[in-house]
């Protein structure tokens, strides 16, 4: 695997460009999260990704796109799709329509559905990435299956090691979150990921959302457990065990001597959106057997926070993405 220096240059995307249209695998820097892309139109190069993740193929994956050409001719455009992408694409929007008539993406990306993920990052590097193999890019998140999310290429390395051809590495991801995952196929929007783009964001483009709860078609993906440490995790924690680490939020910690993370000393929920994930690997590192939690308010990127750290704790055993 070659990892490139931060800021790759123009020869070493056209280099990771060759690798892609080759069928290969290469992780890219996005404002969310690292991903890990093949050509979402090649069936072997997808199924390597399901196969270096271990990720269950029931669970579909999202074609990065770089223009809105591109975009509309994998899916169906309706009014609403118009409307969130020109408010927010390039970003962290990821968009559930149902497939073009002459969807060029693997049937295996879709994991059988009719409709397709679609999204624009908001990076240089995925954007000329994108550009330069001429092709949409399936990637998932840069992880084994079930495991935190990667913000860094360290991360990447880390985790999926020489399962992947050619790290490209762009430094921290600004977000830190995964993008919002919004199902727009007959009736009423629905939200099927929080994200660092919320809810009001959202429905003051499009008008109310439903939940994914609310109907039969969710993110095949939000399985219960996810971005699972290998320590516990106790939410809502009050207090702090001897023994135990702390993922603290806010200025007012309760007293503890062990391994410690703030999220945002200054309460900044996007500020702890951006540290979460690195946080929680470090305090995991650390070898402790339960991580607690401090409150986070449920309010505006609080909600996409909480979602993540209600997984991390959620009971393992079922495969997660
Ligand atoms: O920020 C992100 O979205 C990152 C970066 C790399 O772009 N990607 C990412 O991909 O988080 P992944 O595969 O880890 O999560 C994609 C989510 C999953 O929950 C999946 O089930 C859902 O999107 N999804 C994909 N296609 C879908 C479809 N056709 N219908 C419903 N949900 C879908
Ligand atoms: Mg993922």
Not at 3 to 27: N, Y
Not at 143 to 154: E, K, L, R, Y
Not at 272 to 287: C, E, I, K, Q, V
Request: charged share 20%; aromatic share 4%.
């Amino acid at each position: 695997m070659t990892r490139t220096p931060v800021l790759p240059d123009q020869d070493a995307i056209g280099r990771a460009a060759g690798v892609l249209r080759g069928g290969g695998l290469v992780a890219f820097p996005t404002e969310t999260v690292y991903g890990l892309g093949g050509d979402a139109t090649n069936d072997d190069a997808v199924a390597r990704i399901f196969a270096a993740k271990g990720r269950p193929r029931f669970n579909p994956l999202i074609s990065h796109v770089a223009s809105l050409d591109m975009a509309r001719r994998l899916g169906d455009f309706g009014p609403v799709a118009e409307r969130l992408t020109e408010a927010f694409w390039p970003g962290p929007l990821t968009i559930v329509v149902p497939r073009a008539a002459r969807c060029p993406v693997s049937l295996l990306a879709s994991a059988g559905l009719d409709t397709i993920a679609i999204r624009m990052p908001d990076h240089p590097i995925a954007h000329a990435l994108i550009g330069r193999a001429g092709r949409p890019l399936a990637a998932p998140s840069a992880n084994p299956s079930g495991g935190i999310s990667p913000t860094t290429a360290a991360h990447v390395a880390e985790g999926l090691g020489e399962r992947v051809d050619m790290i490209l590495d762009g430094g921290p991801c600004a977000l830190g979150l995964e993008s919002t995952v919004v199902a727009l196929v007959g009736g009423v929007p629905r939200l099927l990921r929080p994200g660092t783009l919320t809810r009001a964001d959202l429905e003051r483009i499009c008008g109310p959302l439903a939940d994914a709860a609310d109907n039969a078609v969710q993110a095949p993906g939000m399985l219960k457990s996810h971005y699972a440490p290998d320590a516990m995790l106790r939410l809502n924690a009050a207090d702090v065990a001897a023994g135990e680490a702390l993922l603290a939020f806010g200025p007012d910690l309760p007293p503890h001597d062990g391994p410690t993370e703030n999220l945002s000393p200054s309460g900044n929920l996007l500020e702890a959106a951006a540290n979460l994930f690195a946080m929680l690997r470090r305090l995991d590192a650390s070898g402790v057997g339960t991580i607690a939690a401090m409150p986070i308010p449920q309010t505006g990127i609080g909600e996409a926070i909480n979602d993540r750290l209600q997984r991390a704790a959620a009971p393992r055993g079922e495969p997660g993405l």
